[in-house]
């Protein structure tokens, strides 16, 4: 059997076979292997059905203890309460939700299972196409847009049994909330769920405070320089940017291609982090259209030994320290490996800042014509005050320089990676913010900024988050972590274990 057979072979037998498939063995596994009883039980802990975990959802629904149409209603009427002060869900389609939900319970109760996703309620970042319902970007070209067809990962998550309540605010283009984090002409600001007026982050911002504010199970994001990190660190919740090849961009505003084209990977964000391996295990893989996409199956984090990793941490990236508590709950993290007997080492790779210096030069060496052509394409007259529309035009000698450089760092940054299996840093400087009135993001601001984030764009390495506690102002805290290429199975054991140590997701006050 080819990779690309394996890959698809595997997504259609999590397809066929329901939550009983090895997402929903990682628990049990990880927990032996860590000598950590219960590692993810904090799923059953809760009482309503609307705040457990999807993959806790999809199996009380098979099980008939609940059925589809009263998971949708219950995700609406969450929706219908929050969103007036969280402004995260922008595009609905109730009609069809509630049709689909039917026709699941009819389907359950004739015996038909139609994935490990059957009749579970999600949200999709505005970012991705979606078939009959309104698609933005964000941009005003496209308020009115009505896609025919769905992403690819959006297709694969309703094939599974998903079924998609609305749509998620995002900056345009991703790009263009600058200091709101996720903010755009269409739909304008969204909020943080813990704390009023203050940043979601971006520029899966929507995603992150929807899902954390229990509206919706799971929500996928993109991820250009930490959008699928900084909402979920911001908004309390896990999240991961896959390893580069892993999940298809297919049908998302920005998609594949061109000379930034390795900076952006396709992730899930959730409550729960057993959820982000179900549902990465079911979008992964090539689609034939997204070039970059490589056939290579995502191994299952059920079978990594935790106490075997070889663990490397950092406390700042030198750039800019994060707050004290910041730091505190990221030694906090590294001691939960600690206490398991792991090797563990305060390192960190090579040339982070070089990294990023090469990286901010090369994103603006066109001059950003490549902005201007989207704005163009979509029929955009107006951009967000937050979309950057400048740059310093380089010489072809000094733009294939940069593309040099930063991949001689790639290459000493993988030699130093040989000696380790995981990284453990902040996800970010600074807790959510107050969101600002100005829309250009100062030096070094932070709140899932790129500081430290976007460099795991560049390397194309996996990376995820996961809340480990709290400010004293009740702002959610998450620790990044990071894997070799290829590893997402290792970062996910990871974040699964932090999760069981620190709680993980924590209820908002909205």
């Known amino acids: 059997m080819t990779p690309t057979e394996h890959s698809a072979s595997r997504r ?8 009983g498939s090895a997402a929903a063995l990682v628990a049990t596994s990880l927990a032996g292997r860590a000598s950590a009883a219960d590692l993810l039980a904090a799923n059953d802990a809760a009482a309503d059905p609307l705040y457990v975990s999807a993959t806790k959802v999809a199996q ?4 008939r203890k609940i059925t589809a149409v009263e998971a949708v209603n219950r995700c609406y009427a969450r929706i219908d309460e929050v969103n007036a002060k969280i402004n995260a869900v922008v595009a609905f389609c109730r009609e069809r939700a509630l049709a689909e939900a039917k026709a699941a319970d009819e389907a359950l109760a004739a015996g038909k299972l139609l994935g490990p996703l059957h009749g579970v309620p999600f949200t999709i970042k505005d970012s991705f196409d979606t078939e009959g319902v309104v698609s933005t970007g964000g941009t005003l070209g496209r308020k009115d847009y009505v896609p025919g067809k769905d992403a690819t990962v959006v297709a694969r998550v309703r094939k599974a049994g998903g079924i998609l309540l609305g749509k998620t605010n995002t900056p345009e283009f991703t790009l263009g909330g600058g200091a709101r984090g996720t903010y755009n002409l269409v739909y304008g600001q969204t909020y943080n769920p813990y704390k009023a007026n203050y940043n979601p982050s971006g520029s899966s911002g929507g995603a ?11 929500d996928i994001g993109s991820d250009y320089g930490g959008s699928i990190r900084g909402p979920a660190f911001n908004n309390g919740i896990a999240g991961i940017k896959p390893t580069l090849g892993r999940s298809p961009r297919t049908g998302h505003i920005v998609g594949y291609g061109g000379p930034f084209d390795s900076f952006q990977e396709t992730g899930p964000l959730a409550r729960r982090v ?5 549902i990465l295990s079911i979008i992964n893989g090539p689609d034939n259209w997204d070039a970059t996409m490589a056939p290579v199956p995502l191994r299952d984090p059920a079978q990594v030994d935790l106490k075997q990793l070889r663990v490397a941490y950092y406390l700042s990236n030198g750039v800019k320290d994060p707050t004290t508590d ?8 590294v001691g939960y490996f600690s206490g398991l007997g792991c090797k563990v080492s305060e390192d960190q790779p090579p040339k982070m800042k ?12 066109d001059d950003r014509d490549h902005i201007r052509r989207m704005l163009k394409k979509h029929g ?26 930063m991949d001689a760092i790639h290459s000493e940054q993988l030699a130093w990676f040989e000696n380790y299996d995981l990284i453990v840093c902040p996800a970010a400087a600074e807790t959510a913010q107050p969101i600002p009135i100005e829309y250009v993001r100062p030096p070094g601001a932070g709140g899932g900024g ?61």
Request: glycine share 12%; aromatic share 8%; charged share 20%.
């Open 274 to 278: 057993e959820d982000l391996y179900l």
């Open 450 to 510: 790129g500081g430290y984030t976007s460099e795991y764009n560049t390397t194309g390495w996996p990376a995820g988050v996961v809340r480990v506690g709290a400010s004293d102002q009740g702002l959610p805290i998450g620790v990044q972590v990071v894997g070799q290429p290829w590893r997402d199975d290792i970062v996910i054991a990871a974040l699964a274990y932090i999760e069981s140590k620190s709680g993980g997701w924590q209820k908002p006050p909205i």
């Open 12 to 19: 259609d037998f999590l397809v066929k076979a329901g939550v």
């Open 380 to 405: 955009t007259t107006q951009a967000s005050p937050g979309l950057r529309v400048d740059g310093k035009p380089l010489a072809s000698a000094d733009f294939t320089r940069l593309c040099e450089e």
């Open 354 to 365: 070089e990294l990023a210096d090469v990286r901010q030069q090369f994103e603006g060496a």
């Open 326 to 333: 910041i730091r505190d709950l990221v030694k906090k993290s």
């Open 208 to 218: 992150g405070a929807i899902v954390a504010a229990g509206g919706s199970y799971f």
């Open 60 to 63: 009380l629904i098979r099980d």
